[in-house]
């Protein structure tokens, strides 16, 4: 007993001296002693830190760092404010340090009973009217970091507009990049601990010994002596996380296809500053490069984007959003967008030799991306609802199309979509290739000649399936080598295709067009498969009110109309309602 109390104190200290570190390896150090830890200390110091309060006070300092920057941003902001900006910017990478170590459950833990000698747990936070926020100590930290993830997805959108304009000056899109990315690492690393709780809690509902029976696991509860009464509470705890869950992988993802954009047009204003000549006006006025640690972190932070969206569209893995959830992701976008930010540093590199050894550092984050993107094209060609349009968006770019778009005039929706990812898949398996990452390129380049093989949607699928399993399984030894629909083995395929972009590679996949190109149309989802009933959250996207110490403090109050919806203030409803309109009388007819 007498060693508990060290091993606690020491844990505990670097897990909140995480905000005092600056240096990567002193964080990589506690982080270090964290994973150290066996289930039981970890449970110990997760309920510790749960009486602590630690969740609500990193709910605070992310809104405090939010609404700083807000204010630094604004004309006339005077040096004070801009400095305690700076200093709080180091909060958000802080607070995703914390969510990766997994110690913040997203979940509350199931009621245990008095018998078991436990300490009762804290209620959810509520503010002093009586609002509640759903979930465990992580949930008020991931509800704030989606918040501020919406607000600049719209924010970069706007910026990027235009990217014409943008080229010229690039400054405020370049300034971007880094909070942008700190903000997405937030969003991504609470969807992946919120999934995981839910999965563990579905998982434990539906055993024959019911919720919690384990004893351990991120649940942490027994689960004894439950009542009716408690099961209720519970199951509002699952409907909130599951909400959120879908709010924060749409954020995330939209807020992931933006910042790739931003950064690609960025590259490009940089390589347009680079060749222009002395005198040739505004665009030789721009900066030459982006900074390596800006480059860096767009790339990890698109990483756990396109990973998290992978995992939600493997039903065996996840299934706990909808189909109509999954596409209100906007999935064909961010992988129109992410090869942008994957050519990055290999656009930097070779048009400034400087920039090689930075290139070699970064090669880990372009890898990561590169397979995160192969894995998510795969995740999605497997799923039978949508693999045609998959099938389609992959099919080759036809030349002589011009600017009238890869698809050919036609009445049919899937013509439309033909090609819409042939080019950017292609730079990205370009791209991996010259890092060395054969693999990856090989099962997108495998895929993309399946898609154009005149397949039906069956036997697309099931070559997918095929690619997925041998681009997951490493090593399948024992477990035999998966075989295509037309007998062709999938692991020869990967190679082979590999082996033929090698041997044919072309420079015009790394075309500087590519960073500025158009997004592809958004798909159309149902409003209902928008709505948040039980969730806390202003549903303005353009909302800044980060003034209150929580989400929930702010009480923010359901539409009218729907109840599906929930604003801060009458100000946010109004800026919100051109686009609520045309979906609060459906939000309505779905709920009712």
């Not at 509640?132 to 997805?153: D, I, M, N, W, Y």
């Amino acid at each position: 007993m007498a060693s508990k109390p060290s091993t606690f104190h020491t844990v505990l200290r670097a897990t909140l001296d995480f905000r005092f570190y600056s240096e990567p390896s002193k964080e990589a150090m506690a982080v270090a002693r964290l994973e150290l830890m066996g289930t039981a200390e970890r449970e110990e110091l997760s309920s510790r830190l749960v009486r602590a309060g630690l969740g609500p006070s990193l709910d605070r300092a992310l809104r405090l760092a939010f609404t700083a920057a807000d204010r630094a941003s604004e004309p006339g902001a005077g040096a004070d404010v801009k400095a305690l900006a700076a200093d709080l910017a180091l909060v958000p990478p802080r607070v995703n340090t914390i969510l990766q170590s997994g110690l913040q459950m997203m979940l509350q833990p199931l009621p245990r009973s008095a018998a078991a000698g436990d300490s009762p747990q804290p209620p959810a936070e509520s503010d002093s009217a009586g609002s509640k926020q759903p979930g465990g100590e992580g949930f008020g930290v991931l509800v704030t970091a989606v918040k501020r993830a919406r607000v600049l997805g719209v924010l970069l959108e706007g910026l990027t507009a235009d990217a014409a304009q943008v080229l010229q000056v690039p400054g405020t899109l370049a300034a971007l990049l880094e909070p942008a990315s700190s903000v997405l690492m937030c969003v991504g690393w609470g969807v992946n601990r919120l999934r995981d709780q839910l999965r563990e809690r579905q998982e434990g509902a539906a055993s024959p010994a019911g919720p919690g029976s384990g004893g351990g696991g991120s649940g942490g509860s027994s689960g004894r002596g439950r009542t009716g009464v408690e099961a209720a509470p519970v199951a509002e705890d699952l409907t909130a996380g599951r909400e959120l869950l879908a709010v924060a992988l749409r954020s995330a993802c939209v807020l992931a296809t933006q910042l790739a954009r931003a950064a690609g047009i960025c590259v490009a204003s940089c390589l347009a500053v680079r060749t222009a000549a002395p005198g040739n006006g505004s665009a030789s006025t721009g900066p030459r490069s982006l900074p390596a640690s800006a480059v860096r972190e767009v790339l990890y932070s698109l990483n756990y984007a396109v990973r998290e969206l992978a995992t939600s569209c493997i039903p065996e893995v996840c299934g706990l959003l909808s189909l109509e959830q999954l596409l209100a992701c906007q999935p064909h976008r961010l992988l129109a967008a992410a090869p942008a930010a994957l050519m990055c540093p290999l656009m930097e590199a070779s048009a400034d030799p400087s920039r090689l050894a930075q290139l070699r550092t970064d090669q880990e984050a372009i890898v990561k991306l590169a397979s995160g993107i192969s894995g998510a094209v795969v995740a999605l060609a497997t799923m039978e609802e949508v693999s045609g349009s998959v099938r389609a968006w992959l099919q080759v770019l036809e030349e002589g199309l011009g600017d009238e778009g890869p698809a050919k005039e036609a009445e049919d929706g899937e013509a439309q979509e033909r090609g819409l990812l042939w080019r950017p898949l292609r730079a990205a398996a370009s791209s991996a290739l010259a890092l060395g990452d054969a693999r990856s390129a090989g099962v997108i380049m495998a895929l993309l000649r399946v898609a154009d093989g005149g397949a039906v949607d069956s036997d697309f699928r099931a070559a997918a399936a095929g690619l997925r399993a041998t681009f997951l399984d490493a090593d399948r030894a024992g477990l035999g080598q998966p075989v295509l629909p037309d007998g062709t083995n999938a692991e020869r395929l990967i190679e082979q295709e590999a082996r033929r972009l090698s041997s044919g590679l072309q420079g015009d996949f790394f075309a500087a067009e590519l960073f500025v190109a158009a997004l592809p149309p958004e798909v159309c989802v149902p409003p209902a498969a928008l709505a948040v009933r039980r969730l806390r959250i202003c549903g303005n996207p353009r909302c800044t009110n980060f003034g209150a110490a929580s989400e929930a403090a702010l009480n923010p109050r359901p539409c009218a109309g729907c109840k599906a919806v929930r604003y801060c203030n009458r100000d946010c409803q109004r800026e919100a309602w051109p686009e609520h309109r045309s979906a609060c009388a459906e939000l309505k007819a779905a709920g009712s």
